[in-house]
């Protein structure tokens, strides 16, 4: 089968063979949302020469906006119950002629509509399914640091509670238009600066909340506590400070496992060890795996 | 004496009679920190035809960047020691032959390096001691709301606490730049919609934490909860939502002293309200009664 992770800002294909494992892997740079219309005539030049018919996609594809919209599968969702929820794609796909004698498939996201706001993701259920055999039965906290970190419980091989943190969209937002970017340097320093980053994080833990402590970043650039190029990393540290402790009350006292690239992880995993937590590092390659067991609860 | 409340994006000026009485009223339109090199030359035009030799200033003029750097007075301080603070302008008024016979005196701003992170302000501390008359003795706590909204302690007479929130700033840069922006309307709506505002409110108090309640901005557009003219409200509930309870952590019992403009005062007296907490509202023009306070401190 092929797997296609067609995310907001790029496109990776895998091709599996019939015990999942990935036999080939190709990539494409063009976001699933920035491509109306071509969506076809993307995909069959990605997976031109791949003869696999089934060909499962997840991620933001499945959008509103995206190439098709499928709905969102409420929690509790065991992989069976997520797999029932796969939409059918012959639509979009009989309308290109460069997929015919495909079969394609795309992933629902998954909506918890158990808080005082709703929560949602789309893309991070594939992964975390691709992480659940690894898992076993049990409570497991699952942590996908990003622009939106995503957060997910799963108990007993079920997707129980999801909760977002806009902390990677605000570390942008605040890094480039507010008024701490004017004592920043304009390109992000290479290493964080783990003493600022360590300041940040016990900032947080100060109680002021973070509407307050964000203007510190500004004082502390004021009385030069911290050399420009350890801001950055004073500000991550100060917003990862805010977001793990409502993040960790809903978890339980188990490794946090984290999915995501090396650099981000890094951060998280210092910041969980700063609040007594141990984690557990995954590959980021996840979302293959998780199609694979989708298409198995599904087609057998 | 004439009083200058030179801020970062106006000046306003006023003509002040011996009981401290404002004469006359007159507004510039260049921001403080934005006349480099014609600070002198742009005060000596608003400033024309009136007689009084003593000009006090305050605001962003006295910053890093604007016409003098004035350095902070720290927290605790009375009006006497603000006073004190107060910085000769004489060098840059003579280089200025439009002010020939003037004597111009800066007040500086304040500083609080008794939290984790520094605080300050510049321009408020001028407010709150315009207001320090009306409170008359014992503890009490003055709000300004703005993009970086103050909360001022005032014991006995003397300043003795800051504290900032970047409320103000952090709405407009979710409002315009973040992937909430894109489920509101492009313009600011005319009229709050309380229903919303205050459904922000009850979700800060849920315990989600700041970076998680603002991803529920977007899913409450995604199902539908408000309209999308009701998000701004809805998001302006949730920052302030967040923004009171540590800020009213270190305040007394007493009624919140609200200074401002009145759209941003119904906010706050509406948020308020719902922590339980009483306001009293002032005018705006407290920063000419300030400087008057604090030049009969200086010169007698």
Chains 1, 2 share one sequence.
């Not at 991550?236 to 805010?242: F, P, R």
Request: aromatic fraction near 6%; glycine fraction near 14%; hydrophobic fraction near 45%.
């Amino acid at each position: 089968m092929i797997a296609i992770d067609w995310g907001g800002s790029n496109l990776r294909a895998y091709r599996l063979d019939e015990a999942g494992r990935v036999l080939e892997r190709r990539r494409g740079d063009i976001g699933a949302l920035a491509c109306s219309g071509r969506h076809g005539e993307t995909l069959a030049g990605v997976i031109a020469g791949w003869k696999d018919p089934l060909v499962v996609l997840s991620g933001m594809i499945g959008a509103r906006g995206g190439w098709v919209e499928a709905p969102y599968v409420p929690c509790p969702a065991s992989t069976d119950v997520l797999a029932a929820g796969m939409v059918d794609m012959a639509g979009q796909a009989g309308a290109v002629p460069a997929l015919a004698g495909r079969s394609l498939w795309c992933v629902p996201g998954m909506a918890d509509h158990r808080g005082q706001s709703a929560d949602v993701m789309r893309g991070e259920e594939t992964q975390v399914t691709g992480l659940l055999e690894q898992l076993g039965p049990g409570s497991h906290t699952v942590c996908l640091p990003g622009t939106h970190s995503k957060w997910v419980q799963v108990e007993g091989g079920a997707i129980t509670r999801i909760t977002t943190a806009l902390t990677g969209e605000l570390y942008g937002l605040l890094r480039r238009h507010s008024i701490l970017a004017r004592s920043m340097p304009e390109t992000e320093p290479a290493i964080l600066d783990a003493r600022a980053f360590d300041a940040g994080l016990a900032a947080a833990r100060a109680g002021g909340g973070l509407l307050h402590d964000l203007f510190g970043v500004r004082t502390a650039a004021l009385f030069d506590r911290f050399p420009a190029e350890a801001l950055p990393s004073y500000l991550s540290g100060l917003l990862l400070g805010h977001e793990l402790p409502p993040a960790l009350a809903s978890a339980g006292d188990g490794p946090v496992h984290l999915l995501g690239n090396d650099a981000l992880l890094d951060r998280y995993a210092r910041a969980l060890a700063a609040h007594g937590r141990t984690v557990l590092r995954h590959r980021e390659e996840l979302a293959a795996a998780g199609m694979y067991r989708l298409a198995r609860a599904r087609f057998g």
